[in-house]
């Protein structure tokens, strides 16, 4: 896997490095730190967002004598210091599928599922979350569209770009992914073993925000392939014109950059993480993805000895890996 062993023992002295200091340079471009935080005593971590510089984040915990779980959400700032609880209703609370996204300078807690479709809203004043009756949350904003995702679950997803100039839906099939960045390249979306660039949305089918299944009846178009690789493939980020991307097998994980088709490794991560990039906010100009682990996959999709590890913070190509203990 690697060109020659120089290259795996120079990687290796990297990583040891990263484990007694709390930040280390990969480039000239980009550098990562690594934190700990204690929030175990709060029940699992499902979701966050970073929302005028402190973390929301929502745990879910068992409950005594039953099967249902709980959820409630905390605030706090970026170096783990406890600010206050956050009230969800209880029509919030069981939700089984959600996200958190930020539009226009306002904090969304958001489900979408083919069953229901539910929407809350963070008060301004006050730390309370109160269900609105509009139902478009986008996950990303530019000057030319604003995109939304459309997820079915099993049965796939698809993204719709809108026009801010005349209001037309333009739609492409993807699996139930937010990862979406806008680069020089054009709109790229990281997706599991692939890179796809949409370089012009207006090429995709002419559609309506319908957020129906009506995808698996099209096929795309305006879509290209920027790089294909059998590591699997959970993000990439563009700073000063360089394309990084975070990848990984079952041996360890990396951070590296892409240049002429080439995927060259910057850091290791030294151990087989996921990343998922349901945790990720492009509306601050952040980066959010949840880092866990598991230990085997059932026939039937589901992961044994699952765990979340902590969350990797992405801000101007500097890389904050912070572990959950």
């Not at 690697?2 to 980009?30: G, T």
């Amino acid at each position: 896997r690697y060109a020659n062993n120089a290259l795996y023992l120079m990687k290796v002295k990297v990583f040891i490095l990263a484990l007694f200091f709390p930040s280390i340079c990969l480039s000239q471009d980009i550098s990562i730190e690594i934190d700990t935080l204690n929030l175990s005593v709060y029940g699992q971590l499902t979701e966050t967002a970073v929302f005028e510089d402190n973390f929301y984040f929502i745990f879910q915990s068992k409950r005594r004598n039953t099967s249902a779980s709980f959820k409630s959400m905390k605030v706090f700032d970026l170096n783990g210091k406890f600010i206050e609880n956050v009230f969800l209703p209880l029509s919030a609370i069981s939700m089984p599928y959600y996200d958190l996204r930020i539009n226009d300078q306002r904090l969304y807690l958001k489900q979408e599922s083919s069953f229901s479709e539910k929407t809350f809203l963070l008060e301004k004043y006050v730390a309370n979350f109160n269900q609105i009756s509009d139902t478009l949350v986008y996950i990303l904003e530019d000057s030319d569209f604003k995109i939304y995702p459309n997820c079915w679950g099993e049965w796939g997803g698809s993204t719709y770009f809108e026009s801010k100039d005349n209001g037309k839906v333009y739609e492409l099939s993807s699996s139930c992914t937010y990862n979406f960045e806008k680069t020089n390249l054009g709109y790229l979306l990281t997706n599991r073993h692939e890179i796809l660039v949409i370089e012009n949305p207006t090429e995709l089918y002419e559609s309506q925000l319908t957020f129906d299944r009506s995808y698996l009846d099209k096929q795309n178009q305006g879509i290209d392939t920027l790089f294909k690789s059998e590591f699997d493939l959970y993000n990439s980020f563009e700073k000063d014109n360089e394309l990084f991307v975070i990848y990984g097998d079952s041996i360890n994980t990396q951070v590296g950059i892409l240049e002429d088709q080439e995927l060259t490794p910057l850091f290791d991560l030294g151990h087989p993480y996921r990343f998922s990039n349901l945790f990720k906010n492009n509306q601050t100009d952040m980066q959010i993805l949840k880092m866990y682990t598991y230990d085997k996959i059932t026939e039937f999709g589901g992961l044994i000895g699952y765990k979340v590890l902590g969350f990797l913070l992405i801000n101007d190509g500097n890389l904050r890996l912070y572990y959950v203990n």
